[in-house]
Nanobody
């Protein structure tokens, strides 16, 4: 199993970024894939998830209305479109994948759960 995040960078507040999580090595259309983030000195936060089997999505209140998760089964890739970024969104963003479970499980997953990517840095300046 391999997950590779990309698309991070530095933007000003109000700007946008699109993160990608390219995956391989598992049944993508039977998976739930989540995005987490961790800022320095803060706990890791599950912010979004997509269930590729049920075609459902889930968002944390902190990003609801600003971030949109989507996936391409053909490319085995999950995207996170982030709009109206705020300085509080500054963090390292990770994706995690697991098969046969729902987003309710993935979005609250501990670090030992599933397969994780290496992370991509997002920095939002005011």
């Amino acid at each position: 199993v391999q997950l590779v995040e990309s698309g991070g960078g530095s933007v000003q507040a109000g700007g946008s970024l699109r993160l990608s999580c390219a995956t391989s090595g598992f049944q993508f259309d039977d998976s739930a894939i989540g995005w987490f983030r961790q800022a320095p000195g803060k706990e890791r936060e599950g912010i979004s998830c997509i269930d590729n089997y049920e075609r459902s999505t889930k968002y944390a209140d902190s990003v609801k209305g600003r971030f949109t998760i989507s996936s391409s089964v053909a490319k085995s890739t999950v995207y996170l479109q982030m709009n109206n970024l705020k300085p509080d969104d500054t963090a390292v963003y990770y994706c995690v994948a697991e098969t046969g479970v729902s987003c309710a499980v993935v979005i609250t997953a501990p670090p030992s759960f599933g397969s994780w990517g290496q992370g991509t840095q997002v920095t939002v300046s005011s």
